[in-house]
């Protein structure tokens, strides 16, 4: 019998009783009705942007606070995980727009504010925007429908209202058995990640960005192929330009931008991509089954989320990481190579996964799992 997603008693009491959520009580009506501002992505107003880096910057705090204190591939963790990625999507737009701008690198200073106020009615209305659902903040009832991609390997769960999120199961894995992945590159820290999971037998994925796709990241996921890795379908953008996901876009949309990436990547690096994994997890039934049967891509999700978008520190990344993979045992990994914490975790990571009797396992045996074979 399928796991029921909803028993949700002693979290929400959690959720309830924590400060980080007495937002919801001060929300006005039907949240999906909120008019949403606009968003202010084209404009070089520094101050404005300044302003937006540190509100979004704050709820971000929230929500990687949420994903921690919830059960892993809770509807609550899925959906602060969720949230979380979509803004850390959307600071690093605003921080490139700055950037632009002045020239800064730019980063806020530690300790911003957190709590209840640091998620405005701003950022609020632009998830339930993005995301076409009411969380953890918003109405509690949720129907659960589940749409079946394949047994045994991935299914389309509808967690909250009408998102379908990519569901991973990974019962091909036998316990000690490891996949790694890397998402949202290639990037300045790719190759230094490539060679130091080849260097240690770590045979990884790599899903990328055709956005990033310019001369210098042709080569490096050039680079990536050559180090022996999977080079994989993410998106062009992630997965729309403002960060929304494909569920945004009609399947043809999709279909024709992944069309592109997947050219791409055979462009740069000679081979065929073979997976392809939903920014958020999130995407149509439609659009999955069209991917998977006219670009032959085997979807991936994950099910061991480190959140290393959540926290700057590699050293509280690693030991979250290895306490999840020794609590699941196996896991698909879910990393990012774009992030300075995540380069210096995971090399220790694959360290410490062969001197404790771990494997990093081909990703093959993803396809091999999705076909059934
Ligand atoms: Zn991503």
Same mark, same amino acid.
């Given at each position: 019998?399928?796991?029921?997603?909803?028993?949700?008693?002693?979290?929400?009491?959690?959720?309830?009783?924590?400060?980080?959520?007495?937002?919801?009580?001060?929300?006005?009506?039907?949240?999906?009705?909120?008019?949403?501002?606009?968003?202010?992505?084209?404009?070089?107003?520094?101050?404005?942007?300044?302003?937006?880096?540190?509100?979004?910057?704050?709820?971000?705090?929230?929500?990687?606070?949420?994903?921690?204190?919830?059960?892993?591939?809770?509807?609550?963790?899925?959906?602060?995980?969720?949230?979380?990625?979509?803004?850390?999507?959307?600071?690093?737009?605003?921080?490139?727009?700055?950037?632009?701008?002045?020239?800064?690198?730019?980063?806020?200073?530690?300790?911003?504010?957190?709590?209840?106020?640091?998620?405005?009615?701003?950022?609020?209305?632009?998830?339930?925007?993005?995301?076409?659902?009411?969380? %953890? *903040? /918003?109405?509690?009832?949720? #129907? @659960?429908?589940?749409?079946? $991609? &394949?047994?045994?390997?991935?299914?389309?769960?509808? =967690?909250?209202?009408?998102?379908?999120?990519?569901?991973?199961?990974?019962?091909?894995?036998?316990?000690?058995?490891?996949?790694?992945?890397?998402?949202?590159?290639?990037?300045?820290?790719?190759?230094?990640?490539?060679?130091?999971?080849?260097?240690?037998?770590?045979?990884?994925?790599?899903? %990328? *960005? /055709?956005?990033?796709?310019? #001369? @210098?990241?042709?080569?490096? $996921? &050039?680079?990536?192929?050559?180090?022996?890795?999977? =080079?994989?379908?993410?998106?062009?953008?992630?997965?729309?330009?403002?960060?929304?996901?494909?569920?945004?876009?009609?399947?043809?949309?999709?279909?024709?931008?992944?069309?592109?990436?997947?050219?791409?990547?055979?462009?740069?690096?000679?081979?065929?991509?073979?997976?392809?994994?939903?920014?958020?997890?999130?995407?149509?039934?439609?659009?999955?089954?069209?991917?998977?049967?006219?670009?032959?891509?085997?979807?991936?999700?994950?099910?061991?989320?480190?959140?290393?978008?959540?926290?700057?520190?590699?050293?509280?990344?690693?030991?979250?990481?290895?306490?999840?993979?020794?609590?699941?045992?196996?896991?698909?990994?879910?990393?990012?190579?774009?992030?300075?914490?995540?380069?210096?975790?995971?090399?220790?990571?694959?360290?410490?996964?062969?001197?404790?009797?771990?494997?990093?396992?081909?990703?093959?045996?993803?396809?091999?799992?999705?076909?059934?074979?």
């Amino acid at each position: 019998m399928r796991k029921k997603y909803f028993i949700l008693g002693p979290l929400v009491l959690l959720f309830q009783s924590s400060s980080l959520f007495a937002l919801e009580l001060r929300l006005p009506g039907e949240p999906a009705s909120v008019q949403v501002p606009a968003v202010t992505a084209a404009a070089a107003d520094v101050n404005q942007l300044t302003a937006d880096y540190r509100e979004i910057y704050s709820a971000l705090e929230v929500y990687s606070e949420a994903a921690y204190a919830a059960a892993q591939n809770s509807p609550e963790y899925i959906e602060a995980s969720a949230y979380g990625q979509y803004l850390r999507v959307r600071l690093e737009n605003i921080a490139a727009l700055i950037k632009r701008e002045t020239g800064a690198e730019y980063e806020l200073p530690a300790g911003d504010a957190r709590g209840a106020n640091a998620v405005s009615l701003k950022v609020l209305s632009e998830l339930i925007d993005v995301f076409d659902f009411n969380g %953890v *903040l /918003g109405v509690r009832e949720a #129907e @659960s429908r589940g749409v079946l $991609i &394949k047994q045994g390997y991935c299914q389309i769960n509808y =967690v909250k209202g009408n998102v379908p999120y990519l569901v991973q199961q990974d019962s091909f894995l036998k316990k000690g058995e490891v996949i790694l992945t890397f998402d949202d590159g290639p990037g300045p820290l790719t190759e230094e990640v490539s060679a130091a999971m080849k260097e240690a037998g770590a045979p990884s994925v790599f899903f %990328v *960005l /055709g956005s990033k796709l310019g #001369e @210098s990241g042709k080569a490096r $996921i &050039k680079k990536a192929a050559d180090d022996g890795h999977a =080079v994989a379908v993410h998106g062009y953008n992630h997965a729309t330009e403002a960060g929304k996901p494909f569920t945004a876009l009609s399947t043809d949309e999709t279909l024709r931008q992944l069309t592109g990436v997947a050219a791409g990547i055979k462009a740069a690096t000679g081979k065929k991509a073979a997976f392809f994994r939903p920014p958020y997890g999130v995407i149509s039934p439609e659009a999955l089954k069209a991917i998977t049967s006219d670009l032959e891509l085997t979807p991936v999700g994950w099910t061991i989320d480190t959140l290393d978008w959540s926290t700057k520190d590699p050293e509280q990344l690693y030991q979250n990481t290895i306490a999840m993979i020794k609590q699941r045992g196996k896991g698909i990994v879910l990393l990012h190579d774009i992030h300075p914490q995540s380069r210096t975790a995971a090399a220790r990571l694959v360290k410490w996964l062969a001197a404790n009797g771990y494997t990093v396992v081909s990703p093959d045996r993803m396809t091999k799992a999705f076909k059934g074979e």
